[in-house]
């Protein structure tokens, strides 16, 4: 299996990038499903959640460390209780659970590291394998920290549906966008 290897300069465009597109996106989709929120850290449409995992596909761990670090600036500075420790463990988790989402995709499915066989049913199983992962790793860690409700079966199945959904959805915009560039460059030959 051939590795992608990045020079420094592209690890921190890759940290820099991931982690304003997350705070920005973060941030857009607290306005866009304030009304959808189920509880502190649970939302029934999380668009942040796809574009983690689109992000450690693209740029794997240089995105998972931008994540990580988005992250906990938006929850040492937001919602979340000002504890060093609960903040910490939560960027660790938003970064690092689509990072080995993408680690076990690319060992397990023959998935090549570039992503150039990436199809359908991989990335079906890629958004579900991550939306579990995530998840779990949260509501455990939430639990285990004492947050309101954290840990419960409803709070693991709304997160998990808003992962799911918010993955499907703004991957799908993602590539919606990418087949109208595609399109509209053929038809200006």
């Given at each position: 299996m051939p590795k992608i290897s990045?020079?420094?300069?592209?690890?921190?465009?890759?940290?820099?990038?991931?982690?304003?597109?997350?705070?920005?996106?973060?941030?857009?989709?607290?306005?866009?499903?304030?009304?959808?929120?189920?509880?502190?850290?649970?939302n029934w449409i999380y668009l942040?959640?796809?574009?983690?995992?689109?992000?450690?596909?693209?740029?794997?761990?240089?995105?998972?460390?931008?994540?990580?670090?988005?992250?906990?600036?938006?929850?040492?500075?937001?919602?979340?209780?000002?504890?060093?420790?609960?903040?910490?463990?939560?960027?660790?988790?938003?970064?690092?659970?689509?990072?080995?989402?993408?680690?076990?995709?690319?060992?397990?499915?023959?998935?090549?590291?570039?992503?150039?066989?990436?199809?359908?049913?991989?990335?079906?199983?890629?958004?579900?394998?991550?939306?579990?992962?995530?998840?779990?790793?949260?509501?455990?860690?939430?639990?285990?920290?004492?947050?309101?409700?954290?840990?419960?079966?409803?709070?693991?199945?709304?997160?998990?549906?808003?992962?799911?959904?918010?993955?499907?959805?703004?991957?799908?915009?993602?590539?919606?966008?990418?087949?109208?560039?595609?399109?509209?460059?053929?038809?200006?030959?």
């Open positions: 990045f020079s420094p300069s592209e690890w921190f465009v890759g940290i820099v990038v991931s982690a304003l597109s997350y705070a920005v996106l973060f941030y857009i989709n607290s306005w866009l499903t304030s009304g959808l929120i189920y509880s502190l850290g649970v942040p959640a796809g574009l983690r995992l689109f992000i450690t596909l693209i740029f794997g761990l240089p995105g998972a460390i931008g994540i990580a670090l988005a992250t906990f600036a938006i929850s040492y500075f937001g919602a979340l209780p000002q504890d060093l420790t609960l903040c910490i463990g939560t960027g660790l988790i938003s970064g690092f659970a689509p990072y080995l989402a993408r680690v076990l995709m690319l060992s397990n499915t023959q998935l090549a590291p570039d992503l150039s066989n990436l199809n359908l049913p991989k990335l079906v199983i890629c958004i579900l394998l991550y939306a579990l992962l995530s998840t779990g790793l949260h509501q455990f860690w939430y639990a285990t920290m004492a947050l309101d409700g954290a840990g419960t079966p409803n709070h693991f199945l709304v997160m998990f549906i808003g992962d799911v959904f918010g993955s499907l959805l703004l991957i799908s915009v993602i590539k919606y966008g990418l087949d109208l560039l595609r399109h509209f460059k053929q038809r200006a030959r």
